[in-house]
């Protein structure tokens, strides 16, 4: 099967041609949404942040700026206040891409609904571009792809993960790019994964995320390996944070890492990275979609429905029963492993398969039904 | 004061009649938007619920239940996911009962089977939970100090005298975070006076009057304000009754104003 997406200006690939209604503030969160109802086919986010210079705002900043020039992106339509802070963020997404914008601000709108009127007709202008551009033929080093468990559960690491390694592991001998997240979820497993290193320096960064990550939890007074297990993984048949890891880590197959990046860094040149991101399904897909990931896959034991804003995602069953029982939520199941009827190489190849026919265009169970969650990671406070 | 309010069977009287469609975790939010759009109610959109740990366990779980007793609030249709770690069966124990219905998307079929359910149970709730129009007695009014206010003193002694309740958020990180504070503290109306560097929001379930400072921001979008920055005590107070008793705040009528959870750890 051949690859096909969209040249972006910078070098980089999309296999989605997005518009995308970017708010700065949240009291915009509202409008972006009124857009993207006004305007089908065009996708918003919405986040929680005020536009203040909190501890976070680093973080926050690299995230925001990281989505709007995301590779899948075409255009986007950034709602504003007005304000220093704001241009601070453009500039940052400016480095990266030289994705066109639209800026809408409320203080030369002069009221939310004018600011909504001109957002809406930016953004349909902008749809018709990006209904104009043709795709073409792209190389296999086009794939940045982004691997992704959660509600995981006892067949985590004997079906869907090692299989979605598999699967890893061809795209990344060709030249591909591929991330596993999650600090939490390597915890235990570090010392394997650091065997994998590149260098000895890479394997030291891998070891040394994760004893930063274990440092700011035990800093809260909480045991991380007390915590988790969650008790749906636990219901799921997890015992352990350890057990959770060993499972996890098997996302990435058995490739070389040839880097470590901090949340919502983009990765400099092709391999396998590990990002630094939190477990949490959405501030990590969010990360990702920061860091240029345009192709995830997530691997569920429980199933869930969530998405991301700008990154199609994958979603594998690792268990037959679930896959059977939550349809709308799963596009492949990988718990045949277990039920015996077909192995991991043979699941493996169906994963690869399908994540070339979504960068080819296939719609996700994710994206039909609309699921394209964003949030802002913080690690801080949400007031400080 | 008295104000003409409307009395929830489960939550005393507030001054508007909402059904809240609760997310408890963040992967029901999209889920929630669905059925809240179809019937018309209230819903939002967080981040919250799962890979929370340390003292947001129990913050976040608490904010949860002071939304869904806030007595601006008829009826609440809990969504869940399943496997999260705020339970939304524990959560829902919690939350005026016979009034709320709680949902797991897990168990419901996905996401479809869950949106047809909350959907139909939201219409039931409605119908069996109406709100009844009754006098309001004592007004509680939250005050967001997001900036230095001038006659301020002027206004605690005119509510004072009007024995309207006053509650007070102090903190300077936005307004959104004082909301969140004031929701708790049940306010039914909240009286915003946002930073000069800070457009007016609003929060969902409360309506929120916003007085405009003097700054070029404010000035420039002064038509999002519902009272001008050399707006009397008096006049303050006049909004204040006229909005509890019905009339739509401007945050209202945009519909603008995401919630800030208050957290204080990081997520795992």
Redesign the interface.
């Known amino acids: 099967m051949s690859l096909t997406g969209y040249k972006r200006s910078n070098g980089e690939w999309g296999f989605r041609n997005h518009v995308l209604i970017a708010p700065l503030h949240q009291m915009l969160s509202q409008s972006a949404r009124a857009i993207e109802e006004a305007v089908p086919g065009v996708v918003a986010i919405s986040h929680d942040w005020s536009g203040m210079r909190e501890k976070d705002f680093d973080r926050i900043a690299k995230t925001l700026s990281g989505i709007l020039v995301n590779p899948n992106v075409f255009h986007t339509v950034i709602l504003a206040i007005g304000t220093d802070i704001e241009s601070e963020i453009l500039s940052l997404a400016q480095a990266h891409a030289k994705t066109p914008f639209t800026i809408v601000t409320l203080k030369d709108a002069g009221s939310l609904q004018a600011l909504t009127e001109l957002g809406s007709k930016a953004a349909a202008t902008a749809l018709n571009g990006a209904k104009a551009l043709k795709r073409e033929p792209a190389p296999w080093s086009a794939v940045v792809l982004g691997l992704e468990c959660g509600g995981s559960d006892a067949y985590s690491g004997i079906t869907a993960n090692p299989a979605l390694g598999v699967a890893s592991d061809k795209f990344v001998a060709d030249g591909a790019t591929s991330i596993l997240g999650e600090t939490m979820e390597i915890l235990g497993a570090e010392h394997l994964l650091a065997l994998r290193a590149i260098t000895p320096e890479v394997g030291q960064q891998i070891i040394d995320v994760v004893a930063r990550y274990e440092k700011s939890i035990n800093y809260e007074g909480i045991d991380i390996r007390g915590a988790q297990p969650s008790r749906g993984n636990i219901e799921g048949g997890l015992s352990t944070l350890e057990e959770k890891s060993l499972g996890a880590a098997k996302k990435a197959g058995n490739a070389q890492f040839t880097g470590v990046l901090d949340y919502a860094d983009r990765p400099p040149v092709a391999g396998l990275y590990f990002m630094d991101t939190p477990g949490h399904d959405i501030e990590q897909l969010s990360g990702f979609a920061a860091a240029g990931v345009n192709i995830a896959v997530f691997t569920t034991g429980r199933g869930t429905p969530t998405g991301s804003a700008v990154i199609p995602t994958i979603k594998v069953a690792t268990n037959t029963e679930m896959a059977d029982a939550l349809p709308d939520l799963i596009d492949l199941n990988a718990g045949t492993i277990a039920d015996g009827t077909q192995t991991l190489e043979e699941v493996g190849a169906l994963i690869y398969d399908l994540i070339l026919r979504v960068a080819n265009g296939d719609e996700t169970r994710a994206e039909i039904g609309g699921h394209h969650e964003f949030n802002l990671s913080r690690l801080y406070g949400s007031t400080l | 004061m008295k104000i003409q309010g409307i009395k929830h069977a489960d939550r005393g009287v507030g001054v508007r009649d909402h059904q809240l469609i609760l997310p408890s975790v963040?992967?029901?939010?999209?889920?929630s938007r669905r059925i809240a759009t179809e019937v018309g109610a209230i819903t939002f959109?967080?981040?919250n619920g799962?890979?929370i740990?340390?003292i947001d366990v129990s913050g976040i779980d608490n904010f949860f239940i002071d939304l869904a007793n806030h007595p601006n609030v008829n009826s609440v249709v809990v969504t869940a996911?399943?496997?999260?770690?705020i339970?939304g069966n524990e959560l829902n124990d919690k939350i005026a009962q016979d009034s709320t219905h709680y949902l797991v998307?897990?168990e419901s079929?996905?996401?479809?089977g869950t949106v047809a359910s909350g959907v139909a149970h939201a219409r039931e709730l409605s119908a069996k939970f109406p709100g009844t129009v009754a006098d309001l007695d004592l007004l509680t009014v939250g005050l967001d100090l997001s900036r230095d206010v001038a006659n301020l003193a002027e206004i605690r002694a005119l509510f004072a005298k009007e024995n309207i309740s006053l509650v007070e958020a102090t903190?300077r990180?936005?307004?959104?975070?004082n909301f969140s504070s004031l929701m708790s503290q049940k306010a039914h109306v909240i009286l915003s006076f946002p930073d000069e560097?800070?457009?007016?929001?609003?929060f969902p379930l409360i309506p929120v009057i916003s007085i405009a400072g003097s700054g070029a921001?404010h000035q420039?979008?002064i038509?999002?304000f519902d009272l001008a920055s050399s707006a009397s005590a008096a006049e303050i107070l006049d909004c204040v009754i006229a909005i509890a008793n019905g009339k739509k705040s401007k945050s209202e009528l945009?519909?603008?104003?995401?919630?800030?959870?208050?957290?204080?750890?990081?997520?795992?």
């Open positions: 963040v992967c029901s939010t999209h889920v959109a967080h981040q799962c890979g740990i340390g996911l399943g496997c999260e770690t339970q998307i897990q079929g996905g996401v479809e903190q990180s936005g307004s959104a975070a560097n800070q457009p007016p929001t609003g921001l420039a979008i038509s999002e945009s519909n603008n104003g995401e919630i800030v959870a208050p957290r204080s750890v990081r997520s795992v």
